[in-house]
């Protein structure tokens, strides 16, 4: 007699059991000769070492399938029991520019033309830079790209990270400790990732360091491999900080680097090192650079005229600037 138990650790156990334990009834029936029970999060089995070798075997599938599509159907767990592929299914649901399958149902997929780019990209290059204006989805798209990369078992952990710039607000005098007061920088990261992962397993993830958000200035010293790395808001770090974060990639892990050159918070005394930094590295095989424009905003309508709004004021600041100049130096 062999026993097995199995731990739900990254799946929610009462959208995996179903109504009324559905899918228990489901793996009773398909192992007949095996006494499984559930209890919590847990699924205890007990039967001959060959099927209980077998269960094993059949729930690893199941669990991998349901760590990609954070949920499965009484009939696809049906097929991978009985030993078919439920990926050659034909659901329209789960096709095409899909790159994660997020808490009920959730779909987030590449939307732009840019988007798809910043994918293929990543797909083919360790290291790649998405710049562009806000709401273009760069960072969610980035966010989304290391999500599937775990999901996959491509990489080992995620690592998010933002210089810790203040944008024109001071957020020293809050109270709590250094985690509280950092948070705030770093909560659009926690947003994408609510989006894209339960929120029991997203705590587990954290807890046991499989995902990691912190700032920018605690990724120095370290070698970070299998990993999926993503430093957000780029334009607010030096060329230095660059440097350093950038040299943290280990040989088997992924980079991206996102930024607005149109949003530098960092104080007058400081230069951005995203421009220079791009136009160093550009050319080197293994990196790549793409752009996000306004038309590639999914945000609320408003948001595109907004920003061509204040690009034709900055032009005309520009051009006005520069007939000052010319008036000034013909006298």
């Known amino acids: 007699m062999s026993e097995l138990v199995i731990k739900l650790e990254t799946i929610d156990p009462v959208e995996f059991f179903g109504n009324n334990n559905a899918k228990l009834k489901i793996l009773n029936k398909e192992f007949s000769r095996l006494r499984i029970a559930a209890r919590g999060n847990k699924i205890m089995v007990a039967g001959s070492e060959e099927d209980v070798d077998l269960f094993r075997e059949k729930m690893d599938k199941v669990i991998h399938y349901t760590e990609q599509y954070g949920k499965i159907s009484d009939k696809h ?27 009920n149902g959730t779909l987030v997929r590449a939307r732009t033309a840019n988007q798809k780019k ?24 980035a966010v989304a790209l290391a999500v599937r990369a775990l999901k996959n078992k491509w990489v080992k952990k995620i690592i998010l990270t933002r210089p810790a710039v203040e944008a024109g607000e001071n957020l020293g005098f809050l109270p709590g400790d250094l985690k509280e007061k950092i948070d705030p920088y770093l909560r ?17 993830f954290m807890t046991n360091r499989v995902i990691e958000i912190a700032p920018l200035a605690y990724m120095r010293g370290r070698t970070l491999d299998n990993a999926f790395m993503i430093l ?27 930024g607005d050159l149109s949003q530098i918070d960092l104080p007058r005394a400081q230069v951005s090192g995203l421009a220079k930094t791009m136009k160093i590295l550009d050319g080197i095989d293994g990196i790549g650079i793409t752009r996000l424009t306004d038309e590639d905003v999914v945000r609320h309508r408003l948001v595109k005229a907004i920003i061509k709004a204040f690009d034709r004021e900055k032009e005309r600041e520009k051009s006005q600037e520069e007939q000052n100049q010319s008036e000034f130096h013909g006298k």
Do not use: W
């Open 232 to 258: 957000d808001e780029a334009q607010n770090a030096t060329q230095l900080q660059l440097k350093m974060f950038l040299t943290r990639i280990g040989p088997s892990a992924k980079c991206i680097i996102t």
């Open 118 to 141: 910043l994918v293929e990209l990543s797909e083919h290059n360790d290291i790649v830079f998405a710049i562009g204006p806000a709401g273009t989805g760069k960072t969610y798209t």
């Open 188 to 204: 659009p990261l926690y947003d994408a990732l609510d989006d894209m992962i339960p929120a029991d397993k997203l705590a587990y």
């Open 77 to 103: 767990l049906e097929e991978i029991l009985r030993g078919g592929n439920p990926y050659e299914t034909d659901f329209p649901e789960f096709k095409d520019n899909v790159l994660v399958y997020g808490p």
